[in-house]
Every structure is written in C-alpha cells, then in structure tokens.
C-alpha cells in the first residue's frame, strides 16, 4: 500500500530531469512536455537564469519571517505592479490560498458597507481551487463532493452571461464582488466574448462591488500580455496569480487596486512561508525573463501558428468540433469523450491533459520554438486521427 494519500490517479512515468521543453524519464528517454507542470513551468525545465537565481538565493538565505523585511519580497512586488498596473500585493503559496485572500478582501469591502452576508458571484464550471472556500467558489460538483457543508457567500451564474448576473444583481443586495477567469482553463478552455468581461467591469463600477479576476492559469505571459486582462483597457480591482509566477517554486499572490488597496491592515491576513526570500528570487528571476524577452508576444504568436497548423490538418476530421485558444492556452474540444488520449499520448512520449471530459488541453512553456511546436501539432493529430478510426471501427 502506498504512503501517500489516495488523492491523484498518477500516469506510469517518473521523471529525473529537464531542459527546456523536454523532460527525462528514469530510463532516460526524452519526452515533450505539452503541459508546463499544468501551466506552470512557462520557461521550460532548468532554465539558467532560474537555476542561478534560485541557487545563489539557497546559498545566502531561505526564510525569515514576514514580521521583518523582506527585500526579494519588495523588489518581485515592484515588478508585479510595474507588470499589471495594480497598486499593491499580498504573497501566498499557491493559487487557492491567493484567491482566499481576494474572498476575504470582497468580504471585507461588504462589511466595510454595512453587508453583514457579503455574496460573491461566481460561475458554472470555474476552478478556484481545494481550500474549502475556493472549493465552494468552484463551478464543479465533483471538487465539492464530499466535503459539504460548503462556504456561503456564493452566487452562481452561467458563464459568459451577462444577463444571467444583472438579474442575481437585481434579486440580491448582498453582492459585493465578481470572481471570474478570464479563460476558463481546467472547465475546458472557454473564451468569452471580450463584451463579458468589459461588462463586467461596467456592473461592478455601477454597483460599487469588486471585479476579481483569477489569473491563476491564465497570468504570466501565457495568452499573449503578462495578464489576460491586459487585452482589454481597464484594470481589475483584485487580481491573483500563482502557477507560472515562479516556474515552480511555489508562491502565489494577490495583488489589489483602486478601492480594494487599503482593505487589510496588519492582523487580517498572513502566511508563514508566503513571500520567503527563496520564492521571491525565483520570482523575480521569472517576471525578468518573461519580459525582457518578450515571452508574453512569443506565446502569442507560437499559440496563433499552432492553431493554425491543428485547423489546417484537422481540417478534414469530423470528430473536431472546435480548436480555440489565445496564446498557449489552447484546447481542442472534440465530439466524443476522449480522456484516455492522455495515456494514449504516453505512448509517443508526449506530455497533454484532457479537460472536461473532452477537450484535449495544451499548455506547452512559453518558450517552445517552431520546431518544437511542428512535433507536438503532429504528435496531437496522430493521436485525434488514431481516436477517430478507433471510434469508427468500434461504431
Ligand atoms: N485558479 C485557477 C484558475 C486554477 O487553474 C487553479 C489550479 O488549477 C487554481 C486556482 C488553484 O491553484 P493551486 O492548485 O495552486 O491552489
């Protein structure tokens, strides 16, 4: 019986090393990593700016505390606000405990208000993490099975509609903020019309409640600006991020603006390790990268060409409904339920997930060049095209 908590189903491979968009099995076979570490690793494994900023870091100092200053903890908020454009930063350790600090900021602004339940709206099919309120905030009822009662203080619209919120805003007095993806990444690679998020921002301006985006997937460069949000002409009130912040060192931040800047003082929010001078120096060594070499762009113009490489040779493919994506978010949603492609992918050593049933999701690092690119598109049709005879033969 293993030791470790039931808690992943794991693939059959175990890796030992990296170097840019390959991994290396235990036997020392070379693998394609088209995930990043679930959109993590943006800069591709072993990268040497991060290898030295890291090791220089663990030779000098790992962790004091957050009751003293920190000065990596300054210089990577520094960077965020030049990134983003937003005021100010609260460090986490992940991507759910970022977006329990924006729950507890809304709640803070209702109360600030005089809204003894303040009511968050969210949305079907979202993913805001395991924490027990990022779970209830979550559109998905196999992550709350289970572990009920669930937080209260959510509302739930379907996502992309508009409509659906004014009319939860109309019947609830209690709202005080929205917090939505920008792209839906683990509910299956969803892009809503850029009128969504303009109007949501518009309600949350008329109604004085919070528009928080979870950046957490769709941040640090990886469709195409350093925030998804920087594609339109506003900025959010909170903002979090966490995966690719560090490429792998695990932190994890929430960073406010306008109205939501002044809503913690000092007491209502900590974490021991959030900000530690190790995470910090990955981060920066990550924010510095992924600027000064224009990855957001990169990301952008390797995700155009391989949407454009799939339709051109999936054209003809029946069982493809639809290829989307912006930058290296990208997901192919086919016609039938397809997860066991991810094991089928093992095969040729190559590194996909499946999202939601049927939606093949790639997540390749930021820094995958052309060539790369050319095998992983030829990987992914060699795969849907196998699928599609399977399912042809066994009809
Ligand atoms: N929010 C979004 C949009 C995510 O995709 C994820 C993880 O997949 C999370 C939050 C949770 O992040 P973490 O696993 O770091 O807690």
Redesign the pocket.
């Known amino acids: 019986m293993s030791t470790l908590m039931n808690t992943y189903s794991r693939l059959p491979v175990e890796f030992t090393h990296g170097e840019g968009v390959w991994l290396y099995d235990t036997a020392g076979n070379a693998w394609l990593d088209a995930l990043s570490g679930?959109?993590v690793c943006g800069l591709g494994h072993a990268h040497p700016a991060l290898t030295k900023a890291i090791s220089e870091q663990a030779g000098r100092l790992l962790h004091t505390s957050n009751i003293y200053h920190i000065g990596a903890q300054r210089q990577l908020a520094d960077k965020l606000i030049a990134a983003s454009g937003m005021d100010c930063v609260f460090f986490s350790?992940?991507?759910?405990?970022?977006?329990e600090a924006a729950i507890k900021l809304a709640r803070m602004h209702g109360h600030n208000k005089g809204i003894d339940l303040p009511t968050i709206i969210v949305f079907e099919s979202?993913?805001?993490?395991?924490?027990l309120a990022?779970l209830s905030a979550t559109g998905n009822r196999k992550v709350q099975a289970g572990f009920g009662p669930l937080v209260k203080g959510f509302a739930r619209a379907p996502f992309a509609d508009l409509d659906a919120v004014k009319t939860i805003a109309k019947n609830n007095q209690n709202i005080v903020a929205v917090l939505v993806?920008p792209i839906?990444?683990?509910g299956g690679v969803h892009i809503p019309e850029p009128a969504f998020l303009d109007g949501l921002r518009e309600l949350c301006d008329q109604n004085d409640w919070l528009l928080m985006l979870?950046?957490?997937?769709?941040g640090n460069g990886r469709t195409g600006k350093y925030f998804a949000y920087q594609h339109h002409n506003w900025l959010p009130d909170v903002v979090?991020t966490?995966?690719g912040l560090a490429n792998g060192v695990?932190i994890?931040a929430c960073l406010a603006s306008g109205k939501a800047t002044g809503l913690f003082g000092p007491g209502n929010h900590g974490s021991t390790f959030g900000g530690n001078p190790l995470a910090c120096a990955a981060g920066i060594a990550t924010i510095d990268t992924i600027i000064n070499e224009n990855y957001a762009e990169k990301a952008l113009q390797m995700g155009d060409y391989i949407q454009q490489q799939l339709r051109e040779k999936l054209a003809e493919q029946s069982i493809v409904k639809e290829i989307r994506g912006k930058g290296l978010l990208l997901g192919i949603e086919l016609k039938h339920e397809c997860t066991n492609l991810v094991q089928k992918a093992l095969e040729k050593r190559l590194l996909i997930n499946v999202t939601n049933g049927n939606v093949i999701r790639l997540l390749p690092p930021l820094i995958i060049q052309q060539a790369e690119a050319d095998q992983l598109v030829a990987g992914v049709c060699q795969l849907i095209n196998a699928f599609a005879q399977d399912m042809a033969e066994s009809a």
């Open positions: 679930i959109a350790n992940s991507g759910a405990e970022a977006n979202s993913f805001h993490g395991r924490t990022t993806e839906q990444g683990e979870d950046e957490v997937q769709t979090t966490a995966k695990p994890g």
